[in-house]
């Protein structure tokens, strides 16, 4: 796996985590208004505890997913922040964990944008040298 996509995956997660926050809520709201629970074509009528069990179900799934990401932002970060380079260490927890863009970044370090992504560049291939290519030597 590459570092730009072992570090993705953050916002990959934030992402479906808000996504079934969305969904969640726009269940409640129709439930809320007396509306029913539509799978697929079929319209399905349900009773309050039935719709109750569901929301709890998605509300479960909707915690997994905020402990999974929790965890795996805070290994990153960890991860992020062991590299030597103090400059790697800023680009990548601006761009990968704050989900900055470059100009962002370019305007806040006040760098041109080249210098940036160059060291993003830098700082990714150190990254996977680091932390990706020696977990595979492990396995």
Known sequence: MKA??????????????D????ELKKVQSD?????TIQYGV????????TETSFTRLVENEI???????????????NQI????????IIVLYKRYVEYKS????TQEMHYSIQHVQRLQQQALRAFE???????????
């Open 19 to 22: 996504q079934k926050i969305l």
């Open 102 to 105: 470059h100009m962002q970044i």
């Open 42 to 49: 079929e319209k399905v009528q349900t009773n309050t505890l």
């Open 63 to 77: 915690n997994l997913e905020i402990d999974s990401f929790v965890d795996k932002k805070h290994k990153i970060i």
């Open 129 to 139: 040298k680091r932390f990706l290519n020696e977990r595979m030597e492990k396995t």
């Open 31 to 35: 439930l809320n208004r007396g509306m």
């Open 81 to 88: 922040q062991d590299l030597e380079n103090y400059l790697y």
């Open 4 to 17: 730009k996509t072992y570090l993705e995956q953050l916002q990959k997660l934030d992402t479906i985590i």
